[in-house]
């Protein structure tokens, strides 16, 4: 077991804390991105579920500079918790897709902003290279650098009718060319996107595994205000989880991983006025307990039903 004894799974806080001997948040960065599936190179209509106005903060303006926005941050959690340091995270839109030039100069601006002690940089797979791997290579022998890409799910079919813009074999790709090179590679998914049932996300969870992550986000499926999803869900309404039920659903998803996987989140909250469902009325950390406390109380913990499927595969041979 690599995670504390008090938790029933491998949370992000504890591994940060062994990495850093002082408390860390992140502070999310617009850079003013765009990304290929709403520019025109693949799209314009973006993922189906898309509204980046829902996950910026209000310090948050693209207007301002990255600097200026992490200055902003700082000052906001400084009062609290004056002994702070901070990751920047390039969270809205996609933040690797510029010139290399460009991405350094954001990155590095970041970098020398004070406290700053490491970068979060969400993507798409079909967003990376090797010369920008090559750079976030050099720059992890100084700092924590983190690659969160954005999977959303392994079914080809969900994929398609989101409207992402590409299949999960781009994300095996992506994760097989980061690997070994010292950035920590995260990945995002989504539970209970339309067509996909609980057995589904539950099989996502080995495949998950055996990716090469080494982190892991999960957010319950969310209608925004303006997306094009609100429109398909009001026309056709698809289940959404309540908090038991996907409460639940996270148990026996932690239960099917492996226990090296770091899991950061188990849900996001958007702004009260986009959400159109499911209204649950949960803070991010009341919903974290809920899922805690139930573990605990059922005796359950990450990775106790995980199995690879290599394993499986050679057991049946
Ligand atoms: S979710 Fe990401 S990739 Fe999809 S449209 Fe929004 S910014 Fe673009």
Redesign the pocket.
């Known amino acids: 077991m690599n995670y504390s004894v008090s938790m029933p799974y491998n949370d992000y806080g504890t591994w940060l804390r062994q990495r850093f001997p002082y408390k860390v948040q992140k502070i999310s960065v617009d850079a003013g991105f765009t990304?290929?599936?709403?520019d025109g190179r693949l799209g314009t209509g973006?993922?189906i579920?898309?509204n980046?106005d829902s996950f910026n903060p209000s310090y948050c303006q693209r207007e301002k500079s990255v600097k200026q926005q992490l200055v902003e941050g700082k000052e906001f959690f400084r009062r609290k918790y004056p002994e702070m340091r901070y990751m920047a995270y390039f969270q809205?839109?996609?933040n690797t897709y510029s010139t290399l030039d460009h991405l350094k100069s954001l990155y590095e601006e970041a970098l020398d902003v004070e406290d700053v002690v490491g970068l979060v940089i969400g993507t798409?797979p079909d967003c990376i290279d090797d010369t920008l791997l090559d750079y976030l290579t050099q720059l992890a022998r100084q700092t924590m650098v983190t690659l969160e890409y954005?999977i959303e799910t392994a079914n080809d079919d969900t994929l398609r009718l989101i409207r992402?813009?590409h299949d999960f074999q781009c994300v095996r790709d992506a994760v097989e060319r980061t690997k070994g090179r010292g950035i920590v590679i995260g990945g995002h998914v989504i539970l209970g996107l339309p067509g996909e049932d609980a057995e589904e996300s539950v099989r996502q969870a080995t495949i998950m595994s055996e990716l090469g992550l080494d982190v892991l986000k999960i957010h319950q499926m969310q209608i925004i205000r303006g997306t094009r999803l609100a429109q398909m869900y009001a026309e056709n309404p698809f289940h959404l989880y309540s908090p038991e039920e996907y409460s639940e659903l996270i148990v026996r998803y932690l239960e099917h991983l492996s226990e090296d996987m770091v899991v950061e989140r188990f849900a996001s909250q958007s702004p009260k006025e986009m959400l159109i469902a499911p209204k649950w009325g949960l803070k991010n950390y009341e919903l974290t307990n809920l899922i805690v406390n139930k573990m605990k109380r059922e005796g359950r913990r990450q990775g106790s039903l995980f199995v690879s499927n290599s394993l499986a595969m050679s057991r049946s041979l």
Not at 35 to 38: A, D, E, L, V
């Open positions: 990304c290929p599936n709403r973006g993922c579920y898309c980046n809205a839109f996609t798409r954005g992402r813009g």
